[in-house]
């Protein structure tokens, strides 16, 4: 309770200086005989994004005007939208944001990638600084969203444990757990903090398949997050993120209930064959929901290709389901084992319509400079899956297609500008062409048999209507 009461303290004295701002303005425009007004940006920004006296990015020097200008427009451009499931509406007007100090300098990292590379260290060790200003003292909502963003553009996947404990320490995970309690009242502050805590599991599903979740009891949060779609303060991104979260808590399932041990067994037993198959079969009735079923309000992005955002978390989930076949296998037993060959060769094909997908992506290739720290975990997913998987399963696959797409993985890698992990996988190319005395085709050739295809690859098929 006295927290609480503190908190309340503290915003009433934030209301008190707004206030007080405000009526020094009205006394100077007075005597000039001027109206004032505000901007829809500030009626708009409310608690989440307040005005600070005491920060201007670029009065503290981190930028200068014209830089933050341009910094600012190149991800209000093309960076705002990357991340399908983060509110879009976190991102104010230039003049509103660049008085947050993370978020204003966090919107600088990213974008430094693409229009001044040189000061991106600059601008990270500057977020560093901010960051560690929140090891202790009180800290907001909007501090947390500009972490999230930072961990998920950097690749920092060590920051990700200290985010949840802050969102805990915050009480985003409160506010989910009430978002299914009819008996309280949504406001716009608990759906925006469960909102918060939804995006953080969001990415804890995707970047800790192998590794342990930073969100302790995960699966018990997700069947509340519908609750989002029926709340007065419901956004557009809120079904974008119910759908991604419908599909990695699959993944997440298959994580929980299948234990490493029943995989290494010479044959898969009946019973993980039957959760195996019906996982597989619960990713493809989830991607149908979405393409068929789901109210189009989830789709609020302009651009045409975007109707296949999808396609890559499908393919990728499809790979970790089936691919979970191939654990702790050895190549001299699994042609014996039937149907783990087919599992695995299933995983392959997914692993191959994620390349190529986004191989095929002019967008997602452009993007490649500035978001390979996000964009690409699906990519050396999908790669080092394939390495390991042609080892066991090469006789049961086409492996010409497969090496093919795998080159076509070495070329986004290095197009992201990873030279050196482009370099590995073409030296393990050239050793597995060796091994299965197979050629690849003409770069040349498989683009020619890919544009032949046309658009059928962004053409959403009905996966149960066949």
């Known amino acids: 309770m006295d927290s609480l009461e503190e908190r309340h303290q503290k915003e009433l004295r934030e209301l008190q200086s707004a206030v007080s701002r405000l009526c020094d303005r009205l006394e100077s425009t007075a ?89 991106y260290t600059t601008y990270l060790d500057a977020a560093d600084k901010i960051v560690s200003t929140t090891f202790s003292g009180a800290i907001d909502l909007y501090t947390v969203q500009a972490m999230m963003l930072l961990a998920a553009w950097t690749g920092r996947h060590r920051l990700w444990g200290y985010i949840s404990s802050v969102a805990v320490e915050l009480g985003l995970n409160m506010a989910a757990s009430k978002l299914g309690d009819v008996s309280v009242e949504h406001t716009a502050e608990l759906v925006g903090s469960a909102r918060t805590w939804f995006s953080l599991c969001c990415f804890d599903l995707m970047i800790n398949l192998n590794r342990p979740f930073v969100v302790y009891s995960i699966m018990d949060y ?25 599909g990695f808590s699959i993944t997440a399932e298959a994580k929980t209930q ?63 389901v089936n691919g979970l076949a191939l654990h702790g296998k ?57 390495l390991k998987a042609l080892e066991v399963a090469s006789g049961a696959v086409n492996c010409g297609l497969v090496l093919s797409r795998l080159r076509q993985g070495a070329q ?38 890919d544009q032949a295809a046309g658009e059928s690859l962004f053409d959403i098929p009905n996966l149960l209507d066949r």
């Open 31 to 119: 005597e000039n005989g001027c109206g004032v007004s505000l901007s829809n940006d500030e009626l708009l920004a409310g608690p989440q994004v307040r005005d600070t006296d005491s920060f201007d990015i670029v009065r503290c020097g981190t930028v200068t005007e014209d830089e933050w200008e341009e910094l600012y427009n190149f991800f209000d451009e093309h960076c705002r939208t990357v991340i399908a499931f983060m509110d879009d509406q976190l991102y104010s007007a230039a003049h509103v944001i660049r008085k947050q100090p993370l978020m204003a300098t966090v919107i600088c990292v990213i974008a430094s990638k693409a229009v001044h590379p040189e000061k």
């Open 330 to 386: 050895v190549s001299q037993h699994v042609s014996a084992d039937t149907d783990r060959v087919a599992f695995i060769e299933k995983a392959l094909d997914s692993a191959c319509l994620l390349l190529q997908t986004q191989f095929e992506s002019k967008e997602f290739r452009q993007m490649l400079p500035y978001s390979g720290d996000y964009n690409l975990v699906t990519t050396y997913y999908a790669i080092e899956f394939m």
């Open 222 to 246: 997700l069947p509340v997050a519908s609750q989002l779609l029926v709340s007065p303060h419901c956004r557009p991104v809120d079904y974008r993120l119910c759908a991604y979260l419908q």
């Open 412 to 449: 986004l890698l290095e197009e992201a500008g990873a030279a050196e992990s482009a370099d590995k996988v073409r030296d393990e190319l050239h050793m597995l062409e060796q091994v299965m005395r197979t050629s690849l085709p003409p770069e040349g050739l498989v683009a020619d048999l």
């Open 258 to 320: 299948i234990a490493n041990a029943e995989l290494q067994l010479n044959s898969l037993s009946d019973s993980v064959d039957q959760r195996l198959t019906a996982l597989d079969q619960k990713i493809d009735r989830w991607f149908y929901h979405i393409n068929n079923s789901m109210e189009p309000l989830y789709q609020t992005f302009a651009k045409k290709q975007d109707r296949n955002r999808f396609m890559v978390p499908y393919a990728f989930l499809k790979i970790y």
